[in-house]
């Protein structure tokens, strides 16, 4: 996994290179200089690019602008004290793929870094994501478990899939609220998350006959990527 980290402040920088140093194999690139992030995103390929809003000289959301201006698509996590809904929005608009705000929980900065390169890798147009049993027809927008139909509303379908995509990894409700509600870029309305996931929860379960979205406390929520096996 190759890191460039953009990120002037020194702790912060010694933040993110710990949170991400229990990668076995991440490779990080630090830089304290927009020019810099610039350079060495144009001499060499990311998996994924961090970078601090704020920087003397080229602050991050000019940097990121260049580098979608130069058709660099790697995925951007955009890291901030600037946490308001305003900057969370002017980040997102110039092309960050996700947006953290300092301080910041390790394991949510990892794990959002994870979403960021499953979301890379994947077929960008998987026609059915297969789980076991379980069935989840992207094109058709529609779920089945063992050949039956189950029937979801749009945004129920919608969090399952995503669910889906991340089988096996624990996903917090800001990572949930950001790809299942990319049309409200205010920080995450906790009532409606709970609410639709109880409403899918009820359904799966009384589909299967038992619990397959199980909730990690103070973390998330996962699903086994084989959830009659729990594999």
């Known amino acids: 996994m190759r890191v460039l980290l953009l990120e002037d402040d020194s702790d912060a920088a010694d933040r993110v290179i710990g949170a991400l140093a229990g990668e076995a194999d991440a490779d990080i690139t630090h830089v304290m200089r927009g020019e810099d992030a610039l350079r060495a995103a144009a001499q060499q390929p990311f998996?994924?690019?961090?970078?601090?809003?704020?920087?003397d000289g080229m602050d991050g959301i000019e940097v990121?602008?260049?580098?979608?201006?130069?058709?660099?698509?790697?995925?951007?996590?955009?890291?901030?004290?600037?946490?308001?809904?305003?900057?969370?929005?002017?980040?997102l608009d110039a092309g960050a793929d996700d947006y953290l705000a300092k301080p910041?929980?390790?394991?949510?900065?990892?794990?959002?870094?994870?979403?960021?390169?499953?979301?890379?890798?994947?077929?960008?147009?998987?026609?059915?994501?297969?789980?076991g049993a379980l069935e989840v027809r992207v094109k058709a927008r529609t779920v089945h478990w063992q050949g039956r139909f189950v029937d979801l509303s749009p945004k129920e379908f919608e969090i399952l899939r995503y669910l889906a995509d991340n089988a096996g990894h624990v996903v917090s409700r800001q990572m949930i609220w950001n790809a299942c509600w990319p049309e409200y870029r205010i920080p995450p309305q906790i009532n409606v998350i709970d609410v639709n996931l109880s409403r899918l929860r009820a359904k799966l379960d009384a589909a299967i006959g038992r619990p397959i979205v199980?909730?990690?406390?103070?973390?998330?929520?996962?699903?086994?990527?084989?959830?009659?096996?729990?594999?």
């Open 64 to 91: 990121l602008a260049r580098l979608r201006a130069l058709d660099v698509r790697t995925p951007v996590l955009a890291l901030s004290n600037l946490g308001n809904t305003r900057h969370r929005i002017e980040g």
């Open 214 to 231: 199980q909730t990690v406390r103070k973390q998330g929520f996962v699903i086994a990527t084989d959830p009659a096996g729990d594999g």
């Open 104 to 131: 910041f929980d390790a394991d949510e900065l990892v794990a959002r870094v994870h979403a960021l390169l499953r979301r890379a890798q994947r077929d960008p147009h998987p026609e059915v994501i297969v789980l």
């Open 47 to 55: 998996d994924c690019i961090i970078l601090d809003r704020m920087n």
